[in-house]
């Protein structure tokens, strides 16, 4: 079977920073840098990012380009005997699982970014009615975005590499850093904001021993990277055989770390700009507000003090949240559908059409059962599946792909690798330091941390 193939490299690095530029980093990064201190936690999250992160990166990319093929084959093509293979084929089937409900939760998130922009703009046209049933929490409101979430999904991964997810990440990656910095410069501008930046920009050191702060960067470390669960796997599935990999790789985690940290100079200022507003940022546990509050409440409640541009400012947020949602959910989608084209038989169209159906009920259900429900299965994926699934990535990579075989994948794409810090490191890096590192912060997450 013919496979897509990215282009060139740009549109690798734009589809794999479209995958790892979510919500995650535009929302996550920066109510979780504001919960420990702000700068402390810049701090560890970027040494985080390229001590940890990076390695297991590629350790995915290097899989998937060497197998050119979804988890399940790649990990069961690496493996040697029963046991081993059936290993294999166990982790990769749990990853394609876990991508799978990571969609289901995310596009409910994400059904709500749809609806604020869709209430910014019914504002602007004076539908109030219509503006507040967008706005107000409800199962039919949810269910409707969730779903109009996937579809759209749908639509660019039933395209294809080239025609969807290529086409698509070269045009909405560029839109949304251009949108953000057009925001930061709108926000630094407003009273107050000062403050937020200087939270976020100088570190208190003494914060930096704090065991949640560590476990909390790391968190977030992998949720932003997609790892674990195949999806990076996948595109290095589809990268040319030509490509400079460790390049690409670290091109990736630039972007994606360099998003997070412009959210952060935009987020936190943002928030303390509303403060200057009387908007309430503090919660009643004294701590900062979090998650849906801080984008659902704080945020439009600075934007409506901007009076008439300021519609237009919510209407671009909003816009940009969802645009940086959807090349994330492309690449969850993609997980599954490649799973299923390759091992199933069937066609695109027809393995998109099922796993975006499986998707719909399955978030359907989320959203009924929302406030029983819906944490569990965030914490289930993100805190428990991910890592141990990265753990096993990086084992399979480590242990059972000869050195030798990684040696040859990667040269095709920079003859002299032997003699570079790469080589030198990461080989062994990838097989001791990254899953003892896993290991850790997994046994940390078990233990009451006070
Ligand atoms: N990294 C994305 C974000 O920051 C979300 C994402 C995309 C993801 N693909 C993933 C998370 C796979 C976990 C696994 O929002």
Same mark, same amino acid.
């Given at each position: 079977?013919? *496979? %897509?193939?990215?282009?060139?490299?740009?549109?690798? =690095?734009?589809? #794999?920073? !479209?995958?790892?530029?979510?919500?995650?980093?535009?929302?996550?990064?920066?109510?979780?840098?504001? +919960?420990?201190? %702000?700068?402390?936690?810049?701090?560890?999250?970027?040494?985080?990012?390229?001590?940890?992160?990076?390695?297991?990166?590629?350790?995915?990319?290097?899989?998937?380009?060497?197998?050119?093929?979804?988890?399940?084959?790649?990990?069961?093509?690496?493996?040697?005997?029963?046991?081993?293979?059936?290993?294999?084929?166990?982790? %990769?089937?749990?990853?394609?699982?876990?991508?799978?409900?990571?969609?289901?939760?995310? @596009?409910?998130?994400?059904?709500?970014?749809?609806?604020?922009?869709?209430?910014?703009?019914?504002?602007?046209?004076?539908?109030?009615?219509?503006?507040?049933?967008?706005?107000?929490?409800?199962?039919?409101?949810?269910?409707?975005?969730?779903?109009?979430?996937?579809?759209?999904?749908?639509?660019?991964?039933?395209?294809? =590499?080239?025609?969807?997810? +290529?086409?698509?990440? /070269?045009?909405?990656?560029?839109?949304?850093?251009?949108?953000?910095?057009?925001?930061?410069?709108?926000?630094?501008?407003?009273?107050?904001?000062?403050?937020?930046?200087?939270?976020?920009? =100088?570190?208190?050191?003494?914060?930096?021993?704090?065991?949640?702060?560590?476990?909390?960067?790391?968190?977030?470390?992998?949720?932003?990277?997609?790892?674990?669960?195949?999806?990076?796997?996948?595109? %290095?599935?589809?990268?040319?055989?030509?490509?400079?990999?460790?390049?690409?790789?670290?091109? =990736?985690?630039?972007?994606?770390?360099?998003? #997070?940290?412009?959210? !952060?100079?935009?987020?936190?200022?943002?928030?303390?700009?509303?403060?200057?507003?009387?908007?309430?940022?503090?919660? +009643?546990? !004294?701590?900062?507000?979090?998650?849906?509050?801080?984008?659902?409440?704080?945020?439009?409640?600075?934007?409506?003090?901007?009076?008439?541009?300021?519609?237009?400012?919510?209407?671009?947020?909003?816009?940009?949240?969802?645009?940086?949602?959807?090349? @994330? @959910?492309?690449?969850?989608?993609?997980?599954?559908?490649?799973?299923?084209?390759?091992?199933?038989? &069937?066609? *695109?169209?027809? #393995?998109?059409?099922?796993?975006?159906?499986?998707?719909?009920?399955?978030?359907?259900?989320?959203?009924? /059962?929302?406030?029983?429900?819906?944490?569990?299965? &965030?914490?289930?994926?993100?805190?428990?599946?991910?890592?141990?699934? @990265?753990?096993?990535?990086?084992?399979?990579?480590?242990?059972?792909?000869?050195?030798?075989?990684?040696?040859?994948?990667?040269?095709?794409?920079?003859?002299?690798?032997?003699?570079?810090?790469?080589?030198?490191?990461?080989?062994?890096?990838?097989?001791?330091?990254?899953?003892?590192?896993?290991?850790?912060?997994?046994?940390?997450?078990?233990?009451?941390?006070?």
């Amino acid at each position: 079977m013919q *496979r %897509g193939q990215f282009s060139s490299r740009l549109t690798f =690095v734009l589809a #794999a920073s !479209g995958s790892a530029v979510g919500l995650g980093n535009i929302w996550g990064f920066p109510t979780k840098a504001a +919960e420990n201190g %702000g700068g402390a936690f810049l701090l560890m999250y970027l040494f985080l990012a390229f001590l940890l992160a990076y390695p297991a990166l590629m350790a995915e990319l290097t899989l998937g380009r060497y197998s050119r093929s979804n988890m399940v084959s790649t990990l069961d093509s690496i493996a040697s005997g029963w046991l081993q293979k059936r290993l294999g084929q166990l982790t %990769g089937f749990i990853g394609v699982l876990t991508a799978t409900m990571i969609l289901c939760f995310y @596009s409910i998130i994400a059904g709500w970014m749809i609806a604020h922009t869709l209430a910014s703009i019914a504002q602007t046209l004076q539908l109030f009615k219509i503006a507040e049933w967008l706005v107000t929490f409800s199962l039919f409101r949810n269910i409707s975005f969730s779903t109009a979430f996937i579809g759209l999904t749908l639509l660019v991964i039933s395209a294809g =590499v080239e025609r969807g997810i +290529e086409t698509w990440s /070269k045009r909405l990656m560029p839109c949304l850093i251009l949108l953000m910095l057009g925001l930061i410069v709108y926000v630094l501008l407003q009273p107050g904001a000062e403050r937020g930046l200087k939270m976020f920009i =100088v570190p208190d050191f003494r914060q930096l021993a704090d065991p949640q702060l560590i476990v909390s960067a790391l968190g977030q470390a992998f949720f932003s990277l997609s790892l674990g669960v195949g999806t990076m796997l996948i595109y %290095g599935s589809y990268i040319r055989s030509d490509e400079d990999l460790p390049v690409a790789g670290a091109l =990736v985690t630039f972007s994606d770390t360099g998003v #997070a940290v412009l959210a !952060g100079m935009l987020i936190i200022p943002a928030l303390f700009a509303a403060q200057q507003l009387g908007v309430d940022i503090y919660a +009643e546990t !004294g701590r900062l507000i979090s998650g849906p509050s801080l984008i659902f409440q704080a945020l439009p409640a600075l934007f409506e003090e901007m009076g008439e541009g300021g519609k237009l400012v919510a209407i671009a947020f909003f816009t940009l949240m969802s645009i940086a949602a959807l090349t @994330s @959910s492309i690449s969850m989608l993609e997980v599954p559908v490649s799973w299923a084209i390759e091992t199933q038989n &069937v066609t *695109r169209l027809k #393995a998109s059409i099922t796993v975006g159906v499986f998707t719909v009920l399955v978030s359907g259900v989320i959203s009924y /059962k929302f406030t029983s429900i819906f944490e569990i299965i &965030v914490e289930v994926t993100t805190e428990w599946a991910q890592p141990i699934l @990265s753990l096993m990535l990086c084992l399979f990579c480590g242990w059972l792909m000869h050195r030798n075989r990684l040696l040859q994948e990667l040269k095709q794409g920079v003859p002299d690798l032997e003699s570079s810090l790469f080589w030198l490191i990461w080989p062994t890096y990838v097989k001791i330091f990254c899953p003892l590192l896993i290991v850790i912060i997994l046994v940390q997450s078990f233990l009451p941390l006070s």
